[in-house]
């Protein structure tokens, strides 16, 4: 079987998972790790790939790249049709929820509206940090691409609401921006703490500003080590 993995930065922290689950079964399957579908090598008449998978992907999967596989899968860490749009585990915490979905489904034009493979649930005690949540997510990502691997063929996905916009059960989360991690210094840690702990310490921290001088802020656990 022909595995393509598209991840479209190689310095986002899912990247040296998807390295990893490249190297642990390249026995199996044959696997391209790729960041762009410049590096999709075309075959012509024939498909040269069984599954495209869409891991943090923000470039736009056109039809006739899609063609060119027998299957495009994108994972996406919401409930559908709940939480389509971005980042959407994020949006989840900050609004409190402790168990996150992730799901495997197809990839179609208009975003987060294919066909659902597979769901699966991930439950947090809600303490932990940017890195700790990460983990979870993309061993729970690594599990789901396992499984498509091994039951494209034999299990058939369920479709969407039909007119899913017009229920009550949708919902659209809008793109996350550096700005979005900013904390208020007049309200507790306790009231912000879901902010505090999904912000990336590296790429884009939590910040206050104090006298017009900006402060980055970064926590972590006493005693224990991220992983």
Same mark, same amino acid.
């Given at each position: 079987?022909?595995?393509?993995?598209?991840?479209?930065?190689?310095?986002?922290?899912? /990247?040296? !998972?998807?390295?990893?689950?490249?190297?642990? &079964?390249?026995?199996? !399957?044959?696997? @391209?790790?790729?960041?762009?579908?410049?590096?999709?090598?075309? =075959? &012509?008449?024939?498909?040269?790939?069984?599954?495209?998978?869409?891991?943090?992907?923000?470039? $736009?999967?056109? +039809?006739?790249?899609?063609?060119?596989?027998?299957?495009? #899968?994108?994972?996406?860490?919401?409930? #559908?049709?709940?939480?389509?749009?971005?980042? *959407?585990?994020?949006? @989840?915490?900050?609004?409190?929820? &402790?168990?996150?979905?992730?799901?495997?489904?197809?990839?179609?034009?208009?975003?987060?509206?294919?066909?659902?493979?597979?769901?699966?649930?991930?439950? #947090? @005690?809600?303490?932990?940090?940017?890195?700790?949540? &990460?983990? $979870?997510?993309?061993?729970?990502?690594?599990?789901?691409?396992?499984?498509?691997?091994?039951?494209?063929?034999?299990?058939? *996905?369920?479709?969407? *609401? +039909?007119?899913? %916009?017009?229920?009550?059960?949708?919902? =659209?989360?809008?793109?996350?921006? *550096? +700005?979005?991690?900013?904390?208020?210094?007049? %309200?507790?840690?306790?009231?912000?703490?879901?902010?505090?702990?999904?912000? @990336?310490?590296?790429?884009?921290?939590?910040?206050?500003? =104090?006298?017009?001088?900006? /402060?980055?802020?970064?926590? +972590?656990?006493?005693?224990?080590?991220?992983?």
């Amino acid at each position: 079987m022909k595995i393509t993995l598209l991840c479209s930065n190689k310095q986002h922290p899912v /990247y040296p !998972y998807l390295a990893q689950w490249k190297a642990n &079964n390249e026995h199996h !399957y044959d696997i @391209d790790l790729i960041s762009h579908t410049s590096e999709i090598k075309s =075959y &012509n008449t024939k498909a040269q790939s069984d599954i495209l998978f869409l891991i943090s992907c923000t470039e $736009l999967i056109t +039809e006739n790249i899609r063609a060119l596989f027998r299957h495009t #899968l994108v994972l996406h860490a919401s409930d #559908l049709p709940e939480g389509r749009g971005w980042s *959407p585990h994020i949006w @989840d915490i900050l609004n409190g929820k &402790n168990e996150l979905t992730l799901a495997l489904l197809n990839a179609e034009d208009k975003v987060d509206t294919g066909d659902i493979w597979q769901k699966q649930k991930i439950t #947090l @005690d809600g303490t932990e940090l940017f890195d700790e949540i &990460n983990t $979870l997510l993309f061993k729970a990502e690594l599990e789901l691409i396992s499984w498509a691997c091994n039951n494209i063929d034999t299990v058939k *996905p369920v479709k969407q *609401p +039909e007119h899913a %916009e017009m229920d009550s059960g949708v919902s =659209y989360h809008q793109r996350r921006t *550096p +700005e979005d991690s900013e904390l208020t210094i007049s %309200e507790t840690i306790e009231n912000q703490f879901n902010l505090l702990r999904v912000c @990336d310490p590296d790429r884009f921290p939590a910040f206050f500003y =104090y006298k017009g001088q900006k /402060y980055n802020i970064r926590i +972590e656990k006493e005693g224990g080590e991220q992983e």
